[in-house]
T-cell receptor, first 111, second 115 residues
């Protein structure tokens, strides 16, 4: 099955710890995106990558980091510098057309 | 800066009622427009899209949307909703031909359909 997988579905961390969220796609898409979804705020772009070994900050990149060493993978690290990390994180990819395809998301809770 | 406004944050309808969800955007150039839907416990998925041509576009599950350029609007409609339409709906805008193809999302509208 072609698609985007995110793991884990739920993640719990203590404050002060870094945590890495996984995103893998087998759609052969060049572009990948990370969004954060909070109630009443829609989706906000954290980071995006248009090609392997290249990525750019989105609108709310502070406290996050990414890497894009492989076309299929775009992991997101939520660092201890992120002041309000508890949220639902969505990964997306885009091929030759304009539509973005989304993964199932990871719900991160930091206490 | 580009922005997208969804005026209805929470809508409650009875089955068979008609639905219209508002979406307005601020951007003076050419745009691509999207409606995404997130059913409870499921992926965010594309409902319909507008790139060019006929401003009335039809999507999945009987939804349609009309692009009115003069009003910067892309409202979503369905003549008769079903209980299974209960979901959160997001409008999104993308600069046509932009280097990044970033999507700007609205804040979402939570639709609850009562049986």
């Amino acid at each position: 099955d072609g698609g985007i997988t995110q793991s884990p579905k739920y993640l719990f961390r203590k404050e002060g710890q870094n945590v890495t969220l996984s995103c893998e796609q087998n759609l052969n898409h060049d572009a990948m995106y990370w969004y954060r979804q909070d109630p009443g705020q829609g989706l906000r772009l954290i980071y995006y990558s248009q090609i392997v070994n290249d990525f750019q900050k989105g609108d709310i990149a502070e406290g996050y980091s990414v890497s894009r060493e492989k076309k299929e993978s775009f992991p997101l690290t939520v660092t201890s510098a992120q002041k309000n990390p508890t949220a639902f994180y969505l990964c997306a990819s885009r091929g030759q057309t304009y539509e973005q395809y989304f993964g199932p998301g990871t719900r991160l809770t930091v206490t | 800066a580009q922005s997208v406004s969804q005026h209805n944050h929470h809508v409650i309808l009875s089955e068979a009622a008609s639905l219209e969800l508002g979406c307005n955007y601020s951007y003076g150039g050419t745009v691509n427009l999207f409606w995404y839907v997130q059913y409870p416990g499921q992926h965010l998925q594309l409902l319909l899209k507008y790139f060019s041509g006929d401003p009335l576009v039809k999507g999945i599950k009987g939804f349609e949307a009309e692009f009115i350029k003069s009003k910067f609007s892309f409202n979503l409609r369905k003549p008769s909703v079903q209980w299974s339409d209960t979901a959160e709906y997001f409008c999104a805008v993308q600069n046509y031909g932009g280097a990044t193809n970033k999507l700007i999302f609205g804040t979402g509208t939570l639709l609850a359909v009562q049986p």
